[in-house]
């Protein structure tokens, strides 16, 4: 992550852009903050960049526990949070203990239950396995919980958009 090329999101070979605008690299900035104050220790990142622009590294926190910022609230910006759990199970409820559901995401070797998880446990509008949640105009994309109403995109989002109308005629 250290790595990754910051810049101008129109260059295909920029990893990672701005934020959109400076109110929202404070606000990040400020949980990313909060949450090192509460504890957690920052291992890569955690301050934004001094350039033209409202950019914040590629930020990572471990240590993180229930009662921190970065746990509660989601985060807008290129910051991965790191919580350790003692199993599949712990890792679910850590995972499904929030306000929000918008996207969530399984690396595994099994598949099969990595699927299983994503369909019947997690709790989120998107569950990806072995990629990152990403939207894509095919399917649809929305969140649960605070993370959202209704959906964008695919078959699903066009009917977001539209009043569909039934007209019934009853002919004797």
Same mark, same amino acid.
């Given at each position: 992550?250290?790595?990754?090329? $910051? ?5 295909s070979s920029t990893?990672? %852009? ?16 909060? #949450?090192?104050?509460? !504890?957690?220790?920052? $291992?890569? +990142? @955690? ?12 930020? $990572?926190? #471990? ?8 746990y509660k609230e989601?985060?807008? !910006? ?15 409820? $850590? ?7 918008? %996207? ?38 929305? @969140?649960?919980?605070?993370? +959202?109403? +209704?959906?964008?995109? @695919?078959?699903? %989002? ?7 109308? #039934? ?6």
């Amino acid at each position: 992550m250290q790595n990754f090329k $910051i810049g101008d999101p129109l260059d295909s070979s920029t990893e990672i %852009g701005p934020l959109a605008r400076k109110d929202l690299l404070e606000s990040l900035h400020k949980q990313v903050l909060d #949450t090192i104050n509460s !504890g957690a220790k920052c $291992i890569i +990142g @955690g301050k934004p960049l001094k350039q033209a622009g409202f950019f914040y590294p590629a930020t $990572i926190l #471990t240590d993180v526990t229930k009662d921190m910022e970065a746990y509660k609230e989601e985060l807008f !910006g290129p910051v991965a949070i790191i919580i350790k759990a003692k199993s599949n199970d712990e890792a679910i409820n $850590i995972a499904n203990d929030s306000l929000y559901g918008l %996207g969530a995401a399984i690396f595994s070797n099994d598949i099969k239950k990595a699927e299983s998880i994503a369909k019947k446990e997690l709790q989120a509008g998107t569950c990806c396995v072995n990629t990152l949640v990403k939207s894509d105009p095919k399917f649809a994309f929305g @969140g649960i919980k605070q993370s +959202g109403y +209704g959906r964008e995109l @695919g078959k699903f %989002g066009m009917h977001e958009f539209v009043n569909i109308k #039934t007209v019934h005629v009853y002919k004797p």
